[in-house]
């Protein structure tokens, strides 16, 4: 746009090309804006200035002092070098301590001279002292563009050894504000700031990076955040009219001959009311001429893969081929075992491909998928290579969304000159407001039913010095005919550590149940693919009691006589990863249990996560308490699923309330656009550009 504040970074004063690098590549930070919209984590309170009498172990853990230097030295060599400055102010005595940049320091500090001292109190033999102070001369104490609150922005090693620490950055704030403020134009229309009671940009900025007091920070958090959701909210629905407005989607118009052959002779067991629902809801959706998007949410055991396979039927009959992608080798051969054997005899040419498929078989299955002799097309993110090429691809399944990428789910309809209906489906229940601002552009289907008969299961937290409770009850349940899968973490980075703690928990109870009695199995990633399926199988057919694993079973392993679920390290998994890992049991109609084991030790958070499993099976109300706990990153699994917007300000889990809010507030932008002036679009289009994500269409679609 060519303003001012879109400038590289390395123009402002105080800079330059080195640090600009840094900026760029420590924090993403290339421009004058990036700098702008870079706000600090929190606040501290400058307005008082402290005695040294007056400071206790209670103190605030910054604390500023008006201080006269009596005298300073040097100690140690090497390493161990350091400053001390003697500081006094009438009513004791401290000392300030520097490790690096002695020279420089040594060199400004003037004995007798008074400064304004600012930093951390610690205490060393009753003595007061600050390691690493700001400090200034009185005489030139820098007048602050706010007041008394001072921002605290993160940085990194790197940057604070270039002088860039928190305040460097605050430094270069203050320099960024001096040049840009009068560039700052805004960048919402009246109406909307009125509408919603926002104050204007250049407030709002200014407050966030200078408060003048608590209250207009809150009013300056409260802007910027509508902002960036109101964005976000926005290119959602611009999106989504899109794709209800044209008219490319494939009609399936019958309900053909495999689908009631299935429905009427193939159905092991009544479908449950949520999952007819579920069927009807796609069914309208593909007779309208418009893609479906649709997010199926149910919970661990719902009954989702019926009706994924109902559906792929749907596009069967009308001629199209289908299919379902899974996040893991494992699922996907669960997927393939369960389908084939659900449709029997069949006239339904199916296949898989995943990353271990040999080539001859691969070519074979690919020439019948391009020659259109196969119908239904299973596997893993083998799936999206650009030689997988349908014939006429109708129909796409995704399972368990949160694993893939937006860009992953792209490529999949792009299969096609026109976009195949899509079903995506997860078991990480996905609380509305993250649903809204992740999947906005989907339609919300959700299975809240399970099939009849199943017992909750029961979860009981037990600290690892009860281990041997726990081998007692094991032995029970096994003597009960019940199988059993006991779950080692696996979190990258540490994976040498990880499996090193599954072998020891596969050697011990090995001991503890030795054979020929008892018969335990391990299954993790690094088996070869044969040795693995050896195993599972071997489980699955009973001939197994234990099941040692990683928690690659966390998708897709589905026995239902195994009846409980001991998971090791239960305080280093997530409150999602610990729900599914629950599901795997309580599949049959014999009572399931779900052993939580952890350290005696426990953070506040993971105590209140195996608390939350104890009290509730609610996959739903889980969901809400991670978001509460953890806020959005980790349930969306940011990284993984390519979240392609980041949120600077806005929290999706502490938030909601602003999400619902822009969300109103975008609809009725969308819905009333020619009520806004042409310079009102230009800034809606760019506020949408801005935070958006994907970019392409924009609002000359709409009218
Ligand atoms: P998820 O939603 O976790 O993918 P699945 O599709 O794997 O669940 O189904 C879990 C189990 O429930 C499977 O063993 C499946 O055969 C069974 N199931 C599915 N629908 C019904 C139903 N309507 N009645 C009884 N059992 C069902
Ligand atoms: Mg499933």
Redesign the pocket.
């Known amino acids: 746009m060519g303003s001012y504040i879109d400038n590289d970074i390395k123009f402002l004063s105080g800079v330059g090309e080195k640090r600009a690098n840094l900026l760029k590549k420590e924090l993403g930070i290339s421009t004058m804006r990036d700098l702008l919209y870079y706000f600090p984590f929190r606040y501290i309170d400058r307005s008082r200035i402290y005695k040294i009498s007056e400071i206790t172990s209670e103190s605030p853990a910054y604390i500023q002092l008006r201080v006269r230097v009596e005298g300073y030295s040097r100690f140690g060599e090497g390493r161990r070098k350091r400053l001390v400055a003697y500081v006094a102010d009438g009513t004791g005595t401290a000392e300030l301590i520097w490790f690096s940049g002695i020279n420089w320091m040594e060199k400004r500090l003037e004995i007798g001279r008074e400064y304004i001292v600012f930093g951390r109190p610690g205490f060393f033999n009753n003595e007061l002292s600050i390691v690493h102070p700001e400090l200034e001369s009185v005489g030139t104490v820098r007048t602050r563009p706010g007041s008394g609150m001072q921002g605290v922005y993160s940085t990194t090693e790197i940057l604070s050894s270039n002088q860039l620490g928190s305040r460097g950055i605050y430094h270069l704030v203050c320099n960024l504000w001096e040049a840009a403020e009068k560039h700052i134009t805004e960048t919402l229309p009246e109406e909307i700031m009125l509408a919603n009671g926002l104050i204007g940009l250049k407030e709002a900025l200014h407050n966030i990076h200078f408060p003048q007091n608590p209250e207009k920070l809150k009013q300056a958090e409260y802007r910027l955040k509508f902002e960036e959701l109101f964005g976000i909210q926005l290119g959602i629905l611009v999106q989504r009219k899109g794709r209800v407005s044209s008219e490319t989607g494939f009609v399936f118009s019958r309900v053909g001959e495999k689908f009631n052959e299935f429905y009427n002779g193939h159905l092991p067991?009544?479908?449950?009311k949520a999952?007819k629902r579920v069927i009807k809801e796609i069914r309208a959706d593909t007779v309208t001429g418009h893609q479906m998007n649709r997010l199926l949410q149910?919970d661990?055991?719902?009954?989702?893969?019926?009706v994924a396979l109902m559906s792929m039927l749907l596009a069967v009959d009308n001629g199209y081929q289908a299919c379902m992608m899974a996040p893991t080798e494992i699922l996907a051969r669960q997927h393939y075992a369960t389908i084939v054997k659900l449709l029997g005899d069949m006239d339904v040419r199916v296949g898989i491909i995943t990353g271990t498929t040999k080539k001859r078989e691969r070519d074979m299955l690919l020439e019948a998928l391009s020659d259109g002799s196969l119908d239904i097309l299973l596997g893993t993110h083998a799936l999206i290579e650009d030689r997988v090429q349908f014939a006429n691809l109708g129909f796409v399944v995704i399972d368990e969304q949160h694993r893939f990428g937006v860009e992953q789910r792209a490529r999949l309809w792009t299969k096609n000159n026109q976009p195949p209906h899509v079903l995506v489906m997860t078991?990480t229940p996905i609380p509305r407001t993250l649903a809204m601002t992740l999947y906005g552009d989907l339609d919300v289907s959700v299975i809240d039913e399970l099939?009849?008969g199943r017992k909750p299961v029961k979860t009981y937290h037990v600290r690892d010095s009860q281990r041997l409770r726990v081998f007692g009850f094991m032995a029970e349940q096994i003597a009960a005919g019940r199988q059993i899968y006991v779950v080692y973490p696996l979190i990258s980075g540490s994976e040498k550590m990880d499996y090193k703690d599954l072998e020891d928990g596969f050697d011990s109870i090995s001991q503890q149940f030795p054979l020929p009695e008892y018969n335990t199995v391990v299954v993790h990633g690094r088996l070869k693919p044969a040795q693995k399926e050896e195993n599972m199988n071997m489980f699955k057919e009973g001939k197994a009691h234990i099941m040692v694993a990683t928690s690659v079973i966390e998708v897709g392993v589905?026995v239902?006589n195994a009846s409980v679920m001991v998971i090791e390290s239960a305080e280093r998994f997530g409150l999602s990863q610990l729900h599914q890992l629950r599901?795997r049991v309580g599949?049959g109609a014999d009572q399931a249990y779900c052993i939580l084991m952890s350290g005696d030790k426990l953070s506040k958070e993971a105590k209140a996560r195996l608390q939350a499993m104890v009290a509730t099976n609610d996959g739903f109300e889980l969901s809400e308490l991670d978001l509460k706990l953890r806020g959005a990153g980790d349930i969306s699994g940011t990284q993984q699923s390519g979240l392609a917007f980041e949120l600077k300000i806005a929290n999706l889990g502490k938030d909601s309330q602003i999400v619902e809010t822009a969300r109103t507030a975008a609809q009725l932008v969308i819905d009333a656009m020619e009520r806004f002036a042409p310079s009102d679009r230009v800034l809606l289009e760019t506020i949408r550009n801005r935070y958006s994500y994907p970019k392409g269409q924009d609002f000359s679609m709409i009218s």
Do not use: H, I, Y
């Open positions: 067991f009544e479908l449950t999952q149910g661990v055991g719902s009954g989702k893969t019926l078991a099939p009849p589905d239902p599901g599949r």
